[in-house]
């Protein structure tokens, strides 16, 4: 995502998500849908998921129509631009070797378009959270002037246009009114069924593989050096923090939505599964290596106000264990999730 929007402004959308927020909500497995493979499952071990379909049923119809929708260009105001365009799944919904998002006429925002998956234990969404409920997520890149700079009002008459999307809203929701709500709870169970759980590091810690000696010295020194901040299973702890890139800050990341000096230069810690999907890195894209990254973590911190304590200290590693870590930080890689054929692009062979 690029340019975040903030909620000051946006009282009705804010008011109505008080009252998701206000709902205690706990794991639950749906039933699989026939021949569908469409259901929620909380992996073993894992926190209790933020969203779980309460209030908006999973269900294989949904689910078909919210990627559509994730996948459609008319969510943009010139008819070229998708949710896709800047989340590829190949690279775990990333947009991989791309700084910045790229948006309708060839703009460009400010911020690296992250990847999307395990989104339900999420309750704030982009680099500065701007965005606090997943079934309103869409409408920042879509209303942003330049992402998708679209209106939902125009949205929801293309999409009532359209001949395919009536009956899809009706076999889904039991209504072929299509409204913005709707689109969004659809694009939800699409965006929200995104879970990345199966990769060598999932197995190993389940006893189903093996760690090379490289890749459990990698593991040992991740789990000493980076794990306060990159906490598995989720591998982020999903805080904001300024993680010293610089002493002067261009985009004040959470300090422009909360406007408190001591957010300023913070930014939602990233997960680190499929990290190595995902080049270039940072909120800004400034590395195109996993060895930069780390090159950083070593010699690069810059100090500043904001500076995150867990950061004040020298991170001291040599080049092997840097070597190792990044061995380790391979295994998180999720093949079985990015070649998932329910979640490809459906306008596509």
Not at 38 to 66: R, S
Not at 115 to 120: D, E, G
Not at 264 to 293: C, I, W
Request: proline share 5%; net charge negative; with cysteine.
């Amino acid at each position: 995502m690029i340019q975040k929007m903030k909620l000051y402004g946006w009282l009705p959308v804010f008011f109505s998500l008080l009252l998701f927020s206000s709902c205690e909500r706990d794991p639950v497995v749906k039933e699989e849908l026939p021949a569908d493979n469409i259901y929620f499952v909380v992996p073993q071990g894992w926190p209790t998921p933020h969203y779980d379909f309460t209030g908006n049923a999973l269900t294989k119809e949904g689910f078909v129509l919210g990627r559509r929708l994730f996948y459609d260009t008319k969510l943009s105001k010139d008819n070229t631009i998708s949710c896709g365009s800047c989340h590829q799944q190949f690279a775990a919904f990333a947009h991989l070797d791309h700084k910045v998002s790229h948006g309708i006429y060839g703009l460009l925002g400010i911020r690296n378009a992250p990847p999307i998956f395990n989104l339900n234990w999420h309750s704030e969404f982009m680099w500065d959270g701007g965005i606090n409920h997943i079934e309103v997520q869409p409408l920042a890149p879509i209303t942003n002037p330049v992402e998708m700079d679209e209106d939902m009002a125009v949205v929801v008459s293309k999409l009532q246009g359209d001949a395919t999307y009536p009956k899809m809203f009706k076999d889904a929701f039991d209504t072929d009114i299509i409204t913005s709500q709707l689109t969004f709870k659809a694009m939800a169970q699409f965006m929200g069924m995104l879970i990345s759980d199966k990769s060598k590091y999932d197995l190993y810690t389940r006893g189903e593989a093996t760690f090379t000696a490289s890749e459990l010295n990698g593991l040992s020194l991740f789990q000493q050096k980076c794990n306060t901040c990159h906490t598995a299973p989720l591998f982020t702890n999903l805080q904001y923090m300024n993680n010293g890139l610089d002493t002067v800050f261009a985009d004040a990341g959470r300090g422009k939505i909360t406007m408190m000096a001591a957010d300023s230069g913070t930014f939602k810690v990233p997960s680190l599964r499929n990290v190595a999907l995902s080049p270039p890195y940072m909120h800004d894209g400034r590395f195109n290596t996993l060895e930069q990254v780390l090159e950083h973590y070593v010699h690069g911190v810059k100090n500043s106000a904001t500076l995150s304590t867990e950061l004040t200290t020298p991170i001291v590693l040599s080049s092997g264990e840097k070597a190792d870590i990044i061995t380790f930080l391979k295994t998180l890689t999720d093949n079985t999730f990015i070649k998932d054929s329910r979640f490809k692009d459906p306008f596509t062979p």
